[in-house]
């Protein structure tokens, strides 16, 4: 059974930092991508941060691009996001996600291709 449990949320100052880690259980880790996506009330889920399963490539959304660093440890089967110069707009429910395909190669980058989440953790970005 599928299980990423997310933790490391928490309040922040604007240009603060924060990270935040994300257990995995219930399937072969560093074969699938993994990706940080967030949603923020009243908006659409952003997809944020999305990695390979062997860790080699990285691809950011605009809105963290030289801010937000994105890492997984494989041997743990943990993902991780850093997060600095946070912003009030950083201000959201932050989720780990699993990629549907069987690839440790594989990225694309699309949010319908992450099909299990935590349960999120709050980051709220706030002076």
């Known amino acids: 059974q599928v299980q990423l449990v997310e933790s490391g949320g928490g309040l922040a100052q604007p240009g603060g930092s924060l990270t935040l880690s994300c257990a995995a259980s219930g399937f072969y880790f560093a074969n699938y991508a993994m990706s940080w996506y967030r949603q923020a009330p009243g908006k659409e889920r952003e997809l944020v941060e999305e990695i390979t399963g062997a860790g080699g490539y990285q691809n950011y959304a605009d809105s963290v691009r030289g801010r937000f660093t994105i890492s997984r440890d494989n041997a743990k089967n943990a993902l991780y996001l850093q997060m600095n110069s946070l912003k009030p707009e950083d201000t959201a429910l932050y989720y780990c996600?699993?990629?549907?395909?069987?690839?440790?190669?594989?990225?694309?980058?699309?949010?319908?291709?992450?099909?299990?989440w935590g349960q999120g953790a709050q980051v709220t970005v706030s002076s």
């Open positions: 996600a699993k990629n549907r395909r069987f690839d440790r190669y594989y990225h694309s980058f699309r949010l319908d291709d992450y099909h299990y």
